[in-house]
């Protein structure tokens, strides 16, 4: 019975000592006590940093989506805003109640020279190869061979003008070339 009471007072002791060591750090070291509660500030305080970093992600994301909304529905205003004169031109040549045909010459080749200007202004610009420029499919559509006396796969004759956007294809100039 002595036996269990020495073990009991020794795990009282241990116990105690553990408590103490707890309670009391060494001398200029935070306890215990005061390092988990600078632990969890911290923890505190991250949760908060990253709340507030993905809110910031989300307004990004969602600024993002409204400008490129933007951009698709407007992209095409200055192409727009370049062709109101000319539509305007065009109104006003059919207004003229005796037109001569050199009147009606000049005012197309001015309503031809403000389209082009529209085109230059917004990068639209022509593919119109040469006879005996070599076929590129990348900018030509061959619509059809015939015999001729130059080298084969050049263009004979250009049927349709071509067009591109930057560096874009927008339509094949329509080509017959060589067999």
Do not use: C
Not at 15 to 35: H, W
Not at 38 to 59: G, H, P, S
Request: glycine content about 2%.
């Amino acid at each position: 019975m002595q036996d269990q009471e020495n073990k009991q007072d020794q795990a009282a002791a241990a116990e105690a000592s553990a408590q103490d060591q707890m309670g009391a750090a060494a001398p200029g070291e935070p306890s215990l006590d005061e390092q988990l509660a600078n632990a969890l500030a911290k923890v505190a305080e991250m949760q908060d940093a990253f709340l507030r970093a993905k809110a910031d992600a989300e307004n990004i994301r969602r600024r993002a989506q409204e400008d490129i909304s933007k951009a698709h529905k407007f992209a095409i205003e200055s192409f727009a805003e370049a062709m109101v004169p000319v539509k305007d031109s065009l109104e006003t040549a059919l207004q003229i109640q005796t037109p001569s045909v050199e009147s009606l010459k000049e005012g197309v080749d001015m309503t031809l020279k403000q389209l082009v200007a529209a085109f230059e202004k917004n990068k639209l610009v022509e593919v119109n190869p040469k006879q005996g420029d070599k076929l590129d499919p990348m900018k030509h559509q061959a619509i059809s061979t015939v015999p001729a006396e130059q080298e084969a796969n050049t263009i004979v004759t250009v049927l349709q003008k071509g067009y591109m956007i930057s560096e874009r294809l927008l339509r094949p100039a329509l080509v017959t070339v060589a067999q």
